[in-house]
């Protein structure tokens, strides 16, 4: 679908499917269809907890070793859970070091506060507010800006020269992650990619869209296109600028 939509490449987020955690069958994939892997995200969510081993430190590495591989530049890595105590203590200490012995950048992505009702649950240690903290490289992602409610174009500000990459998706302030393709939502999507033009930003912006509420493959597709056309009009705006 990306190949047949004329996306320049994937990321891929390791999960359950046996497929993701596969490098063999993914540079496979990647070469029938004609379309690179640019970006690995680490498994690091609650549901691949178990993917790649137990430890944290393991399934980095892993993930390091799969970008190198697949010739991805990115490996997208969430803070750690608060229950994550030792790994919490050493992340910020142990990114930078994995980042100094590799040309892969590792980049520290913004999460949120758990919500549920009127109570608010911290579940990332150090910050889900990765600028708190000192990474060489960030990812910023527009739909966990939107659920912490918190302003997209600040946090932009406060990464800096030290942005990575870009996962870029809507969001209405929702409790939940909503991911909805760019203009759909509040989140200031045309003004980041307005933004990324002027300076010079040479990382890759990726389409993280949820696409399961579409009721066929025609309706996901058409929402893949448009969230594409979106960001290409944005990262054209300025035509002195080469598009990334």
Not at 20 to 30: F, P
Request: proline fraction near 5%; aromatic fraction near 8%; glycine fraction near 6%.
């Amino acid at each position: 679908m990306a190949g047949r939509l004329g996306y320049d490449g994937v990321e891929v987020m390791v999960w359950t499917d046996p497929v993701s955690q596969d490098i063999e069958a993914l540079r496979r994939l990647s070469d029938h269809h004609g379309v690179p892997i640019l970006a690995v995200h680490a498994p690091c969510l609650l549901i691949t907890q178990r993917v790649w081993s137990t430890d944290p430190w393991t399934k980095l590495r892993r993930a390091q070793s799969a970008a190198e591989k697949l010739g991805a530049s990115t490996v997208v890595v969430h803070p750690p859970f608060r229950w994550q105590r030792q790994y919490a203590r050493e992340f910020v200490e142990g990114v930078w070091r994995m980042a100094d012995e590799t040309d892969v950048r590792f980049a520290v992505e913004n999460m949120y506060p758990w919500r549920y009702r009127d109570r608010e649950m911290l579940a990332y240690a150090p910050e889900w507010d990765v600028t708190k903290d000192d990474y060489r490289h960030f990812t910023i992602d527009l739909s966990h800006t939107a659920t912490a409610r918190t302003s997209a174009l600040d946090m932009l500000d406060r990464m800096g020269d030290r942005l990575g990459h870009v996962h870029l998706a809507d969001g209405r302030g929702s409790a939940k992650d909503e991911h909805l393709v760019p203009g759909r939502g509040n989140q200031p999507c045309a003004e980041l990619l307005d933004r990324l033009t002027r300076t010079g930003f040479d990382g890759h912006v990726v389409l993280e869209v949820n696409t399961r509420r579409a009721m066929s493959s025609a309706e996901r597709e058409a929402d893949l296109a448009e969230a594409l056309d979106f960001t290409r009009r944005h990262l054209a705006a300025d035509a002195r600028v080469p598009r990334p």
